[in-house]
């Protein structure tokens, strides 16, 4: 892989991957919703809305089948720390790509009028979240648990934000976080890396770099106590939901954490992009045992996302139709007691370690996925995070794992969450 | 043993090998080395459409437990070989077929092969194992009663395949029905359907395609079981006028509208037309003809689009959109008036033309991984469309006009005829 700057500070990494004739382009922006003050929560992702709707150099009306002409797909999303757009398609769009990317950055417009109508999209994409009550609690959990951190409001808005944010809210976010020395560029697939980066240059070179943006320095209290919320809403299954706060990607505990909740759930790639496509090994996993296998919980799951801040790991299950939340809950916290008090087994370590390095691998089976591993990492912790990964989880020992345990799963850590249904 | 020769396809593309089995298995092999992983995907022709008339959800229940044990391996056995190796067994169930999905490393592939062919012919289905997967089934259908996106769809291919039609029916069942169901009848689900002569086994990775047929073959060659009786599906009967059901969901933030007709089936002539007619009217870039009003320049909506499902029979072309309860009349005018506007003027030239040139040019990205290839490659088989598929069917597209396209849409289409059911926060009151 070959990684180099602008001279505007636009950070560029390109690998050669020749095995179909495919380029994909992302590129990444160091802002989302942590970055959003209040009144303005929904800013980032709103804002990656707008920008599909036209440039200074791509009218509104060629948006369409600008890509799709190359048989390419393109999208974008937005989290808590990164907002990303991508296009992948034949080689020969290379030049394409490049270019609706380099209008995306310098040339939004933000019609007043195209603003209006994106208000609505996004207020229906939330009231279909809403719809969801396992996304409900989630969104109601991480609130509780974070109370001055910007990552407790969700990254897609408190609604009266969403209904009261200006034209000009949008427009200054996007100039302001939208600029050279803010964002990496990463290209992979059938493509020649000299010849790839001659061509970035023409496209991005002559983009203005900005002030660096001011970041909020909140910093999350540590929990003193455990916190507990219910929702009761109508509803025909029961949820529970438990979140801890846990190590960013690079806290020495993150690693360690990751193998814990393989042994507890199963391991899950860490990959955003897909790994949620393929469900975790997690027969033997010991929450599943205790939950799923006594028929106590349909479902029984844990996530631990690489994150630039400390976030959270929660885990959730749903209960078999008829089981009070009560006993879910009991089992729950008993399996987490017992792995605080008596760690994990060498087997189970070393069954860890086997199912990440197998999603390791099932993480990048495609240009595009190898190209959002490689930007978000750069995005949220650098590259090195990622390239070191696989060295990082077989370093891991078992005095590390009882070590985070401790630090991690203890109740004043901790935020329960209920979804009580309330029958129709 | 004997392998028969594996037939490969003479000019490039994908290039895999078809062998069929003395039994009539049959096994399709294709090399990669873009990854250390292989693919597994076994199909048996046992879908929902098998499912007993007076239970329906029986296949899907079979699929819940059918890897949960068999006569040589505890459910324990079984779930200690998948998560050693790191890797999931997703076993789905359409409406023609009973698919185990697995990707595994190639180290592993010998292994996780035999497994997944022992599971496919000697379940045991214990009755614990049962009790708990019907647990699991029972409360995924309470899901679902809450969620008005599947109960808008399933309510619409009830509608539009009524009087016990499979596609009409849940492929989930009942609570009361699953919890009705008996190892015994399940058991007796598998013997009935379960034949080499319904099995395709794809292996798409990087293992030699020799290895990987030669594995198949083991695994399989000593299956002997008689063709199951075909399916008798009944005709499907288009709609004659507009129906439509309101399910009060009060509770929600948002309706989901389905929108929908019976079409064509997959064999049928005019098919490559109504793909590409689907296309302009629902899929191109953000949903079509139909994102472009429902979505960009009426900002009602985060998803508007279509899908069709040609199948065995005439399948379903579905319209979907998810809208606030005040913006429900005008989403469901705005689609009659999409549709409308298709049958009476068709689409245009440029519209064709791109249609064609993204799902041509999208053939590379949907063919990129082990997982696309496999799917591909089942697709392929259980249609007949032959091993040289991928390089045929550009022509297929291409050779489209614009009339057909038209004459797929007045054929298809018709807001007299259309199917419609909300579910959400709306009341017709």
């Not at chain 1, 070590?403 to 004043?412: K, V």
């Not at chain 2, 062919?117 to 708990?132: F, H, Q, R, Y």
């Not at chain 2, 039609?165 to 029905?177: L, M, N």
Request: aromatic share 8%.
């Amino acid at each position: 892989m070959r990684v180099t700057t602008l001279d505007n500070g636009l950070k560029v990494l390109v690998q050669e991957d020749h095995t179909a004739p495919l380029a994909s382009v992302w590129c990444w922006y160091k802002v989302g919703s942590k970055d959003e003050r209040p009144g303005l929560t929904g800013v980032s992702h709103w804002c990656e809305h707008m920008n599909f709707k036209g440039t200074t150099n791509i009218p509104r009306e060629q948006v369409k089948g600008i890509i799709e002409q190359f048989g390419g797909s393109w999208n974008g999303y937005t989290w808590i720390d990164q907002t990303t757009y991508l296009e992948t398609a034949t080689r020969d769009a290379l030049d394409r790509m490049l270019f609706i990317e380099s209008e995306r950055m310098a040339n939004c417009l933000y019609h007043a009028d195209d603003c209006e109508s994106e208000r609505t999209v996004i207020i229906s994409e939330l009231e279909g979240g809403e719809n969801d009550p396992d996304q409900l609690l989630d969104q109601e959990v991480t609130a509780t648990a974070f109370k001055a951190h910007p990552y407790r409001h969700p990254t897609i808005g408190w609604l009266s934000d969403l209904q009261t944010m200006s034209r000009d809210d949008l427009y200054g976010y996007y100039r302001r976080y939208y600029i050279p020395n803010n964002a990496t560029l990463v290209l992979v697939g059938d493509m020649e890396t000299d010849d790839a980066l001659r061509r970035v240059d023409r496209y991005f070179g002559g983009i203005a770099p900005g002030p660096a943006p001011s970041r909020l320095r909140t910093v999350e209290p540590q929990q003193t106590g455990e916190r507990r919320l219910t929702i009761r809403k109508e509803g025909t299954a029961a949820y529970v939901k438990l979140a801890f706060h846990a190590p960013a990607v690079t806290g020495p505990d993150f690693f360690p954490l990751l193998i814990l909740d393989a042994v507890l759930t199963g391991a899950k790639g860490l990959n955003l992009w897909s790994s949620f496509r393929m469900p975790p090994p997690q027969r033997r996993a010991r929450l599943y045992r205790a939950l799923v296998e006594r028929g106590l919980a349909s479902i029984v799951g844990g996530a631990l996302l690489p994150t630039q801040e400390p976030f959270l790991y929660t885990v959730s299950a749903t209960a078999t139709d008829g089981t009070p939340l009560t006993s879910v809950e009991t089992v729950l916290l008993e399996e987490l007691d017992r792995v605080v008090r008596d760690g994990i087994t060498d087997a189970e370590l070393t069954k860890a370690k086997t199912q990440l390095k197998a999603r390791l691998v099932f993480d990048n089976d495609s240009i595009t996925n190898i190209a959002h591993q490689f930007g978000y990492f750069e995005t949220i912790a650098g590259l090195d995070v990622f390239l070191e990964m696989p060295s990082r989880i077989a370093a891991v020992v078992l005095d590390d794992v009882v070590r985070a345990a401790h630090a991690i799963l203890c109740p004043s850590n901790r935020t329960i969450g209920w979804f009580d249904p309330i029958a129709r | 043993m004997t392998l028969p020769t594996p037939l490969a396809s003479s000019r490039a593309g994908l290039a895999a090998t078809r062998t069929a089995l003395p039994n009539g298995a049959v096994v399709i092999a294709k090399e990669t080395r873009a990854i250390p992983a292989v693919t597994i995907n076994l199909a048996v022709r046992a879908g929902s459409v098998c499912d007993p008339s007076a239970a329906p959800g029986a296949v899907h229940l079979l699929s819940r437990v059918i890897d949960r044990g068999t006569t040589t391996r505890s459910a324990g056995d079984i779930a200690e070989d998948l998560d050693s190796r790191g890797i999931t067994l997703t076993v789905g169930v359409t409406r023609h077929a009973l698919s185990l999905i697995c990707t595994c490393l190639s180290e592993d592939f010998d292994a996780v092969f035999a497994l997944l062919g022992d599971i496919v012919m000697s379940p045991s289905v214990p009755d614990d194992e049962l009790a708990i997967r019907k647990a699991e089934v029972t409360t995924a259908i309470r899901q679902d009663e809450d969620n008005p996106a599947v109960i808008a769809v399933e309510s619409l291919m009830g509608l539009l395949y009524p009087d016990g039609h499979p596609y009409g029916r849940r492929t989930k069942g009942s609570a009361d029905v699953v919890e009705a169901l008996t190892r015994d009848r399940l058991v007796r689900l598998h013997v009935e359907r379960f034949a080499p002569s319904e099995l395709t086994a794809v292996v798409v990775g990087d293992v030699p395609t020799g290895r990987a047929t030669g594995v198949a073959a083991r695994v399989f060659s000593d299956w002997r079981v008689p063709p199951p009786a075909p399916v008798m599906l009944p005709r499907v009967k288009g709609s004659t006028r507009r129906q439509r059901l309101v399910i009060p969901m009060m509770s929600k933030a948002q309706a989901d509208v389905a929108y929908g007709f019976t079409t064509i089936a997959r064999a049928d002539p005019a098919y490559y037309a109504c793909w590409l007619m689907n296309n302009a009217l629902g899929q191109y870039s953000m949903g079509g003809r139909l994102g472009d009003s429902i979505r960009e320049r009426q900002g009602m909506a985060y998803y508007a689009f279509s899908s069709l499902d040609a199948n065995v029979v005439e399948g379903p072309l579905t319209i979907r959109a998810g809208v606030g309860p005040a913006n429900v009349d005008r989403a469901i005018a705005s689609i009659d008036e999409e549709i409308r506007r298709l049958t009476q003027e068709g689409i245009s030239a440029k519209e064709l033309k791109e249609s064609q040139q993204y799902l041509i040019g999208a053939m590379p990205r949907a063919l990129e991984t082990n997982a696309g290839i496999a799917g591909f490659l089942q697709v392929a088989e259980f249609f007949g469309l032959g091993l040289d598929y991928d390089l045929r069917l550009p022509d297929f597209l291409r050779s489209v006009t614009l009339d057909d396209v038209h004459a797929a849409a007045r054929r298809i289409l018709d807001p007299d005829r259309a199917t419609i059911v909300i579910a959400g926060p709306y009341s017709d009151r």
